[in-house]
């Protein structure tokens, strides 16, 4: 009990940084204690995690949102999702210049859903370029194949044709 309080103050002193103060610094510093506080996270904390994410954007703070963007890949409500907020956090690895947790954060997006265009190009290319070449043929394979019942109406106007 005591550190979900605990997070709920450091989330309330972010918001005021925010709002009364316009300190972005500071609020990003409360947001990022209220998420270690409230542990264990879970879909409650998505807001927070939000908020905490977007300080982290405006900031460029490219680590910071990688890590953020990975947590909240596990409250994704469906597939893609999920697999658009792991490939977040891949894109924000390769702007860290952390190339290795970029491809794992890709390979965890194509592991979510196997058909996202954007995940399979950017995990393959990675694989491709850390010399796993069977792996990212592997990806692209089954993506190029795939058939059309097995794609999302989401995924039929992006497909490869």
């Given at each position: 009990m005591v550190s979900s309080a605990r997070?709920?103050?450091?989330?309330?002193l972010g918001d005021m940084a925010l709002l009364l103060l316009r300190d972005e610094d500071r609020?990003?510093?409360?947001?990022a204690a209220a998420v270690a506080a409230a542990q264990p996270l879970d879909a409650r904390h998505v807001a927070l995690l939000d908020k905490l994410l977007e300080r982290q954007d405006l900031c460029g703070?490219?680590?910071?949102s990688a890590r953020t963007a990975e947590l909240m890949?596990?409250?994704g409500?469906?597939?893609?999702?999920?697999?658009?907020?792991?490939l977040r956090a891949a894109r924000n690895y390769l702007a860290a210049g952390d190339l290795?947790?970029?491809?794992?954060?890709?390979?965890?997006?194509?592991?979510?859903?196997?058909?996202?265009?954007?995940?399979?190009?950017?995990?393959?290319?990675?694989?491709i370029d850390r010399g796993d070449v069977d792996a990212g043929s592997a990806m692209?394979?089954?993506?190029l194949t795939a058939k059309e019942d097995r794609l999302s109406p989401?995924?039929?106007?992006?497909r490869f044709r």
């Open positions: 997070g709920f103050v450091f989330e309330a609020a990003r510093t409360c947001f703070d490219h680590a910071g890949a596990a409250f409500a469906s597939p893609a999702e999920r697999a658009a907020r792991h290795g947790r970029a491809r794992a954060a890709a390979d965890r997006a194509v592991d979510s859903d196997p058909y996202d265009v954007d995940a399979v190009d950017l995990a393959s290319g990675l694989a692209l394979t089954r993506l989401a995924h039929q106007p992006r």
